[in-house]
């Protein structure tokens, strides 16, 4: 660790705090990780593990997600245990005429930057994945979609960071953040008061309430999504899928259906079939209901008939950190010197994991960034500005 290197304080043990943690601690920086509970135990350990190019909005969030998917391969080797990252490819399902206009003008405008994603019909996409219900109209592919496995993903960076001299502290929750002069000095947690320089709020779907500590409304939102588990059972799915529903739920809410769901499916490497998921607002609820499981069992059976051969195992829930306009807030907060946010990740935050860390970690040791990252700056919701701690 190099000598007089400034403190830096990460707030939430998920895939985004262990990610920054792990590339401040790769270039010796001075951090301590804190997590109220263990790790992986927010959204990042209740969620699917899809790295999906096709579900991104052309423009900043696709360029931000093509810079994490191509750095996956390298974490794939430099962490400690297995991420399960396979570039397996992924399908996004159409099932109505307006889904296939829709998704032909998504797809052209992603082209247009060079994704490579392409629309195949009803026969080439019952070709790709013969277990699909031949009444889908067809689908779109990609080559560049990947899986990974989101629990052992965070705990390997968290691994890896601890390797590299990073303090890694669970069930300790942070109560305040201590400032002075307009500067944070520290935080006060259930495990005693640590010093920092810098604080950077990870907190997930709590990181609105983490801001609250120092005044500071950030619009970070839990969107709760359920999902059910099957059994291990026979291959039955080489790729990810998800519907055109998902990607109208996530951004056009006219094509979406009223219940604004949408599904995701994947095959777990043992197997299991991860199914998903619904897309609720209602508060910090994380219990499963028998109305959400119903609505995706029989959206995904629709499209992978196959699925009635299957057993349910069990069912779990997740809060995304959802913000208003559907990206994350990442950078420093100009009215309170060494407070950072890195969250709202929505449902892409493992996706998006790799280059969340680098990113911080440079803004964070005051290194050039190549990527412009105003879209993303805490300011642009205007909250607050410069309103004065002592
Ligand atoms: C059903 C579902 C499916 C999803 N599928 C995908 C997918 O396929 N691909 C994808 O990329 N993303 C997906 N996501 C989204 C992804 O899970 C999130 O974007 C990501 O996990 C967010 O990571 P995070 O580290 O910001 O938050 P979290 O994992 O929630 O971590 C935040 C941590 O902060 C801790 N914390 C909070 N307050 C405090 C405090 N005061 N003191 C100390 N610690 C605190 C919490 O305990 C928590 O562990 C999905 C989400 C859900 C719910």
Redesign the pocket.
Known sequence: MKQNSPQIVI???????TSIAYHLAKQDACVTL????D??????????????MQSKKPGVHLSLAMESLNRFESLQRELPIDIEFKKTGGMVIIETDAEYRAMEKFTREQQAIGLDVRLLDQSQALEKEPFLSPSIMGSTFSPLDAQVN?ISL?LGLALAAKKNHARVITH????GIHTKNNRVTGVA?TQGNFDADMVVN?????AG??SDMVEMSMPVQPR????VVTHAGKPVLTRCLISAKYIAAKYDPSLADKSGQGI?MEQADNGNLLL??TREFVGFNRENTLSGIKKIIRQTAAILPVLENFQVIRSF?????YTPDGLPILGPVRSLDGFFMA?G?????????PITGDLMARMLLGQKIHIPLDAFSPDRFGSNGGKHHD
């Open positions: 707030i939430g043990g998920g895939v985004i705090g804190i997590e109220k509970n790790l992986a135990s927010g959204s990042s350990g209740a969620c699917d593990g899809l790295v999906f989101p965070t300790a929750k942070v109560l947690t990870a907190a997930g779907s709590m309430r983490v709760r999504g359920q999902i995701s998903g998921s829930a997740g809060l995304r950190p969250a990740h929505e449902g892409d935050g493992i996706a998006l994991s």
